[in-house]
């Protein structure tokens, strides 16, 4: 990666999907004047702080790849700024907190989704090694050990490693990752974030058992190229015109599932389809019809219509 005026920033001159150098900027603005100031401002404060100052000079560049379709931020923070970004401006103890005051609905998502996942491979869950790769507070390998598997988890934040291994979560680095042979690697919102998506996929199948299974699940955006004309920072996360899914600093990566299959197949990866019976297996009705709604109807566009990035991989 080149230098950007910003030592704290670097150039990318490849897609960072599928390395492509063929791609062609959509959007540019200097990342301390508005409209991203006053984006960052907003959105960094009830999180923790915003620092400016770090951020002269640079700019918020969106590039698409021509080859993957791919959308990302061509001037991205260096490790010590990431570092910064993760653990000062973003207050773990308020992140925590929120984690901590989730309702039961967000366990019980987890849980279903690994009784699925014990399920698809039909053994005994103490049998299969399941690793959560970038855990957050550790959530999901919680549930994984709670169901009697093998739970290991990766994080680069002291805190969240300190509260893993408190649960009991075999926490290992990222060097670690190729001396294991898992059965299922979790990515669950982290792909878009990381400097080098393909080659952190190629790292973690290097720690995938020959018949083990990558989840990957990234934001969703299929009006992107509306959302890149519109260019409205002021649309709230969640609406239609938001510009979330290609956040500054953090969503550095933004998949289309064109995007997500290219990726997949330079790191030696196909997509594994999952029979339908195994994503209902699981449901109950005791949420009533508004649960209902969003949860049995759920697996449609995901797996049916194909048109949310939630995608299990397999070695090819
Ligand atoms: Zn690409």
């Not at 000079?57 to 570092?83: H, K, T, W």
């Not at 899914?245 to 197949?265: D, G, Q, S, W, Y």
Request: with cysteine; charged share 25%; net charge positive.
């Amino acid at each position: 990666m080149g230098k950007s005026i910003n030592q704290l920033f670097e150039t990318r001159n490849e897609c960072p999907g599928c390395s492509s150098d063929q791609f062609i900027t959509k959007y540019q603005s200097p990342y301390d004047e508005d409209p991203l100031r006053k984006y960052l401002y907003n959105f960094y404060l009830p999180k923790g702080i915003v620092e400016f100052e770090y951020l002269e000079g640079a700019s918020y560049i969106l590039c698409e790849c021509q080859n993957c379709s791919m959308v990302f931020q061509r001037e991205i923070p260096n490790d010590s700024l990431m570092e910064r970004l993760y653990e000062k401006w973003i207050d773990s103890g308020i992140t925590h907190r929120n984690y901590k005051e989730q309702g039961t609905g967000f366990h019980y998502y987890y849980a279903q989704e690994i009784m699925r996942i014990i399920s698809y491979f039909n053994k005994p869950a103490a049998t299969l090694s399941l690793f959560d790769f970038g855990m957050g507070w550790g959530g999901w390998a919680l549930m994984a050990k709670a169901f009697g598997c093998d739970a290991y988890g990766s994080e680069v934040s002291a805190e969240r490693i300190e509260n893993a291994r408190a649960n009991g979560i075999k926490v290992i680095s990222w060097d670690e990752i190729p001396e294991h042979k898992f059965d299922f690697i979790n990515t669950e919102q982290v792909l878009e974030h990381v400097p080098e998506p393909l080659k952190t996929l190629r790292h973690l199948k290097s720690g995938l058992k020959a018949d083990g299974i990558i989840k990957i699940s990234v934001p969703t955006a299929n009006n992107i190229k509306k959302r890149l004309k519109k260019m409205d920072w002021e649309a709230p996360r969640g609406t239609k015109y938001s510009l979330n899914p290609v956040a500054p600093m953090e969503h550095i990566n933004f998949f289309t599932r064109k995007a997500l299959l290219t990726m997949a197949a330079e790191a030696g990866l196909k997509e594994a389809i999952i029979p339908m019976s195994l994503h209902y297996k699981y449901l109950s009705l005791w949420g009533g019809t508004k649960w209902f709604a969003k949860s049995v109807l759920y697996p449609i566009p995901r797996f049916i219509l194909k048109t949310q990035n939630y995608l299990f991989f397999r070695n090819v």
